[in-house]
Every structure is written in structure tokens, then in C-alpha cells.
């Protein structure tokens, strides 16, 4: 039986001009050693800060019609030297995840065989963590003014809005995915202590849908005392819940701790599969190493694992994540970030080879 996926690939700026195409290589190679079992048809959009410059927009204001029948998105990052940052963001990246209501901001961080992250007392496999980033409202929600600017008395609101629907369905996603997870584990993170209105309607909630899930295990933290657990108990947590803001200050210091931004992977996801989900590597379009061929494209290979799993093609994640694991494990495959010298493309050949020898390692 042959699967066939229909995938946007949206490179973005910068180094996402890179990895992205080195990610669809590797999507190619995994359907080439299918022997037809897997078939993707890809169609690129070059939306970002050049589209920007010729079109004064970041992307079509009909472009999420275009990808409205993909089975997924590929993304590569948003961010342009000479373009402000919150139009690149709000006019690509969160244009998409809002449109197609991509409410859950799914992270996994570990440390791979061979990466020498800074947490010394730290033994592989006692860093394996998910954290589930509610990615639709909280503090990002948008909601917020400016009045009286450049005078004494300007003022300005960034207002954080949290609504019992989207905090429902965050936590009920965080518990179903830390339910499918070994060690059914949850902690919930919060700032109730200080902010006492939607903070305190969060732990409630979370109480609340705790109920459905009396299999799962579950604690509470406070946002700040948590960046000191993930530092100095890091096998004490597994998956973790946090509001939009928490949790994108806490996966970046959990993609520090597991060696580099450029491994991290993340997935825009649309539980209820009404929309394509997208995957993307954390890193953003880091310009100062861009056209040089330094470009760590872990990060989308990590990503393309979960668009697999997402696509519910896991032997095929499984493949490409074992690929990953082996080019890690060799230092001579590191690039500069990780302290290596290797280039984009020999990592991404590498990752192909690996690949199509699996399907050789299977025949034999
Ligand atoms: P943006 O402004 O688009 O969010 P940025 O240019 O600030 O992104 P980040 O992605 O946040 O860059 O990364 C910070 C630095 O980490 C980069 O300047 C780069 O040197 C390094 N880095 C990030 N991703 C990678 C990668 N995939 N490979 C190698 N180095 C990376």
C-alpha cells in the first residue's frame, strides 16, 4: 500500500533558505528507500522578508488558502535585518498559526548521542522532555494599546487574555500527550503567586481536567523556580505545560540545555486536524552565518520526525530519527554550533545515505 502527502515548504529568510531544502532532500531520500510505499509532492512558497520588499507584505493576503489543502507545512524562520520584527513575525509565522488555529506548540528536547550538552552532572536519557506551548492566546493574544505617544503621559498595555475554551483544550492536550509518554508525567507551570486572576483560572483548570486523566501523574512550579529544576533536577520532569510566554522563554533555555538552537525541532499542531500543522526548527534566520553552509540542519530533520509522526507515519520518523542519532554520534558530522567543522550539506548527505542504507541493511 502506497501513502502519498501533499507538503508546503515554506523556507522563510535566512538560514531557513538552507535547511529547508536540505529537509526536503531528506523527505526525498526517505521516499526513494520506501520503494514506493511513500510518496511526497512538495510546492514551495518564497513568502518572507524578499516577498516583503517586492509585494509589502510577508505573504499573499489569500496564502492561507494555498495551503489549506496540504496534509502539512515545512517552515524555515522569519526575521530580516532591515524589517521589524513584529511584522515578520505577525505577518508569516503567527499569520499561519493563528488562520489554522494551531493552538498546540509541541517541543521535544533531549540530548542526542554524541552532543556535549552544559549540564555536566547530567547522564543521557535523564533529559527527555516535551513541552507543550499553548500558541493561540495568553500573553501574545494581541490585545493591547498605545495612547499619547511621545508625550509624558503615553501609556502602553500589552494585556494577556486566557479564555476557559483555550485553556481547556492546552491542558487536555498536555495530559493526553503525557499520557502516550513512558512516564505519564505532567507538570504544569504557572506564575499564580504573582498574577492572580488568569494565572489562578489556569491552576483551576488544570485541577480540573487532571480529573479526566487519573492515570497521569501531575505537579505544579512556578515558572521561575522551574528554569532551576530544568538545570539542577532535569530527570524530574518529562512533559510540561506552559502559557504562551512561559513556555517560549523555557524551551529556549531547554534547547541550550540539550547543546544547540540548531537541533531543536517544534510542531504547530491543529489537534483537531481541521488545518495542515506545521513544522519548523526553533532556530530563527540567524543572519550572521547565513550562505556560508553552516547552517545546522538538525533542527529540520528533528522537524520533519515529528511532521512524520503527525502524519502518522511513524516507522518512516522512527527511520529518519535513527539516521539523525547516528549522524550525531560522529563529531567528524558536527557543524561549527556544535563545535565541528562539518558543512550543511555533509551533514544532510550523510542523513540520506544513512537513510537509503536502511532500506539496503533491510533487504540484506
Ligand atoms: P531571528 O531574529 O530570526 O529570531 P536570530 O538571527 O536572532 O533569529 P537565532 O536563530 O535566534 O538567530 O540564533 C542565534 C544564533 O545562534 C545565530 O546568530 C547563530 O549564530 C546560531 N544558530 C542558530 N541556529 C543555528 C543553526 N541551525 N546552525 C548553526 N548556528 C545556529
Given at each position: 500500500m502506497s501513502s502519498s502527502y501533499s507538503i508546503a515548504t515554506i523556507p522563510g529568510d535566512g538560514i531557513g533558505k538552507e535547511v529547508i531544502p536540505a529537509g526536503r532532500e531528506v523527505m526525498e531520500a526517505l521516499a526513494a528507500a520506501s520503494?514506493?510505499?511513500?510518496?511526497?509532492?512538495?510546492?514551495?512558497?518564497?513568502?518572507?522578508?524578499?516577498?516583503?520588499?517586492?509585494?509589502?507584505?510577508?505573504?499573499?493576503?489569500?496564502?492561507?488558502?494555498?495551503?489549506r489543502g496540504k496534509d502539512a507545512i515545512l517552515f524555515g524562520s522569519a526575521g530580516d535585518p532591515h524589517i521589524p520584527d513584529h511584522i515578520t513575525l505577525w505577518g508569516l509565522r503567527l499569520k499561519i498559526c493563528q488562520g489554522f488555529d494551531q493552538y498546540a506548540n509541541v517541543r521535544p528536547t533531549r540530548i542526542l548521542p554524541g552532543i556535549d550538552g552544559p549540564l555536566k552532572r547530567c547522564a543521557p536519557g535523564q533529559l527527555d522532555?516535551?513541552?507543550?506551548?499553548?500558541?493561540?492566546?495568553?500573553?501574545?493574544?494581541?490585545?493591547?494599546?498605545?495612547?499619547?505617544?511621545?508625550?509624558?503621559?503615553?501609556?502602553a498595555t500589552d494585556v494577556s487574555m486566557m479564555t476557559r475554551a483555550g485553556v481547556e483544550r492546552i491542558m487536555r492536550f498536555a495530559f493526553n500527550l503525557a499520557r502516550s509518554r513512558p512516564r505519564k508525567l505532567l507538570t504544569v507551570v504557572t506564575k499564580s503567586n504573582a498574577q492572580r486572576h488568569a494565572m489562578v483560572m489556569w491552576d483551576e483548570i488544570a485541577l480540573q481536567i487532571s480529573k479526566e486523566f487519573p492515570d497521569v501523574a501531575w505537579d505544579k512550579e512556578l515558572v521561575d523556580a522551574c528554569t532551576a529544576r530544568m538545570v539542577n533536577r532535569p530527570a524530574s520532569l518529562d512533559t510540561i505545560v506552559a502559557t504562551n510566554l512561559h513556555a517560549d522563554i523555557l524551551s529556549d533555555l531547554a534547547a541550550a540545555l540539550a547543546g544547540s538552537l540548531g537541533i531543536a525541532p517544534t510542531g504547530n499542531i491543529d489537534p483537531e486536524r481541521r488545518y495542515?500543522?506545521?513544522?519548523?526548527?526553533?532556530?530563527?534566520?540567524?543572519?550572521?552565518?547565513?550562505?556560508?553552509?553552516?547552517?545546522?540542519?538538525?533542527?529540520?530533520?528533528?522537524?520533519?520526525?515529528?511532521?512524520?509522526?503527525?502524519?502518522?507515519?511513524?516507522?518512516?520518523?522512527?527511520?529518519?530519527?535513527?539516521?539523525?542519532?547516528?549522524?550525531?554520534?560522529?563529531?567528524?558530522?558536527?557543524?561549527?554550533?556544535?563545535?565541528?567543522?562539518?558543512?550543511?550539506?555533509?551533514?544532510?548527505?550523510?542523513?540520506?545515505?544513512?537513510?537509503?542504507?536502511t532500506r539496503q541493511r533491510l533487504a540484506a
Open positions: 520503494g514506493g510505499a511513500l510518496h511526497f509532492t512538495f510546492e514551495d512558497f518564497g513568502w518572507g522578508g524578499d516577498w516583503y520588499r517586492a509585494h509589502g507584505e510577508m505573504m499573499p493576503a489569500d496564502g492561507l488558502e494555498a495551503l522532555w516535551v513541552i507543550v506551548r499553548e500558541n493561540s492566546e495568553g500573553e501574545y493574544a494581541g490585545v493591547g494599546g498605545r495612547v499619547h505617544q511621545g508625550h509624558p503621559i503615553e501609556a495542515p500543522s506545521m513544522f519548523e526548527p526553533i532556530h530563527g534566520s540567524a543572519f550572521d552565518i547565513m550562505g556560508k553552509g553552516l547552517a545546522n540542519p538538525v533542527g529540520t530533520f528533528w522537524s520533519v520526525v515529528m511532521l512524520l509522526e503527525h502524519l502518522g507515519e511513524a516507522e518512516a520518523a522512527r527511520q529518519v530519527m535513527e539516521a539523525v542519532e547516528h549522524v550525531t554520534a560522529n563529531p567528524s558530522l558536527h557543524t561549527r554550533d556544535l563545535g565541528g567543522s562539518a558543512t550543511t550539506e555533509q551533514v544532510t548527505r550523510a542523513v540520506c545515505e544513512h537513510i537509503a542504507g
